[in-house]
């Protein structure tokens, strides 16, 4: 039996393990496909603005012709105006053309850019000239230049390279949406496959706690026998319990981590570090402890950990108090238990919740026992619910496995709750 029962701790944990990597997976596969439609958003969005500074660069060259072809016929001053208007902000605009959209532009395309440029510069140089000459009052001189076809070849010449741009950019456009497809479709797959993988797990430890279950029942039919089977059943419906709760703070820990943000990277650490310490939580709250004692504060901040006990939610003092090793799986589950339910229910759900955190030795009625305190405020309890629940069950079973009392009230601005219990705890 002592065999079994071991053999059904390590299947539990295994399990867990499991399901956290499998949770870590579907958060990196989301980021994933995120990531990439947001890349194609952010890439679209600078080549529309690119392809409209394009267009911009056409228009003032056109402008700075238009100027100079009205004033050399009609000799009107006023025509010049546009035209030194566009003069002073063609190369410029090209200019800026190249230096604000460096980053999406290979080298053909910038070599592309320098050849408008050029080509903007003789143009520029041609309409100086004709203009020159009619203000010398050669202007038949001016007209026979621009009847060379000279500026109009020039004016080609510059469509030509901005057609060439315009392609290239377009190309691109649709390579970055038709890569954000690839994704979307390469990762529909990943996920439905993960979410199956995880349901499978689920049924399979069920179905192994079951069957541990009901294998130690039929070998001894003493009282022995009944608590272990009862304790086994507990087992199965605390990590079935355990299992939905894991995988609500995962989830939250996604979205909370993903609002607001700009930085990928910097997303994905906060996830993972987030992610860790849960894992981190369930280790301590299964007793993997090498040492005789832990001490209090620690298994507190380690089970704490995720739900962001260094963002200033909680309140926590209380002395210095060494738990024995046995204590800490029961206590552990009792922290899980509360926090699980702040951050679903009570004082984590809102940014103005907090958790007041406190613990003492006092006189017991035989030895000196340890009275831990926890009290949720700023979210109103509005209605206390009408039965305890399996987290209320497991609270009160763990309390009495060391040997004290767990006692919960519900005031109108939060939970109390306390746990009492000897300090050197025999476990039951």
Request: proline share 4%; charged share 30%.
């Amino acid at each position: 039996m002592p065999h079994t029962a071991k053999a059904s701790r390590i299947s539990s944990r295994w399990i867990i393990a499991v399901l956290i990597v499998i949770a870590i997976a579907l958060a990196a596969a989301f980021f994933w496909l995120w990531s990439t439609e947001q890349s194609a958003r952010e890439r679209s969005l600078e080549g529309r603005t690119f392809l409209t500074e394009l267009e911009e660069t056409v228009r003032v060259g056109v402008e700075a012709e238009t100027g100079q072809r009205g004033y050399l016929l009609t000799l009107d001053r006023d025509y010049l105006q546009p035209y030194m208007r566009a003069s002073d902000q063609w190369l410029p605009a090209i200019a800026a053309l190249r230096e604000d959209h460096a980053a999406i532009l290979d080298q053909q395309q910038l070599g592309t850019v320098e050849q408008m440029e050029e080509v903007a510069r003789q143009k520029l140089n041609e309409l100086a000239r004709t203009i020159e000459l009619a203000d010398e009052g050669r202007r038949d001189e001016a007209l026979e230049l621009v009847q060379t076809d000279l500026g109009m070849q020039l004016m080609a010449s510059y469509r030509s390279l901005v057609d060439d741009l315009r392609s290239a950019e377009n190309a691109r456009n649709l390579q970055s949406l038709a890569e954000a497809e690839r994704v979307s479709t390469l990762i529909a797959p990943i996920i439905a496959l993960l979410l199956l993988t995880l349901l499978a797990i689920s049924l399979l430890g069920l179905w192994l706690e079951r069957r541990t279950a009901r294998a130690e029942f039929k070998v001894i039919e003493n009282e022995e026998l009944r608590a272990a089977r009862n304790r086994a059943d507990l087992l199965t419906r605390e990590l079935n319990h355990r299992v939905k709760n894991l995988f609500a703070v995962v989830m939250s820990i996604v979205s909370l981590s993903a609002r607001g943000a700009t930085d990928l990277d910097e997303t994905l650490k906060k996830i993972r570090d987030r992610i860790y310490a849960l894992s981190l939580a369930h280790e301590a709250s299964q007793g993997k402890i090498n040492e005789k004692i832990v001490p209090l504060s620690d298994l507190l901040r380690t089970t704490l950990a995720p739900y962001g006990i260094n963002e200033g939610r909680f309140e926590i003092s209380g002395q210095p108090v060494d738990l024995p090793v046995k204590a800490v799986t029961p206590f552990g589950l009792i922290l899980h238990e509360l926090a699980t339910n702040a951050a679903k229910y009570g004082a984590l759900t809102s940014e103005d919740g907090r958790v007041i955190i406190d613990w003492d030795v006092i006189d017991g009625d035989v030895e000196p026992e340890i009275r831990f305190t926890w009290k949720e405020r700023g979210v109103p309890i509005t209605k206390p619910p009408e039965k305890d629940g399996f987290g209320s069950v497991m609270i009160r079973s763990s309390a009495r496995q060391m040997g004290g009392i767990a006692k919960r009230e519900f005031e109108p601005e939060g939970i109390d709750v306390e746990i009492r219990f000897p300090v050197r705890a025999e476990i039951f």
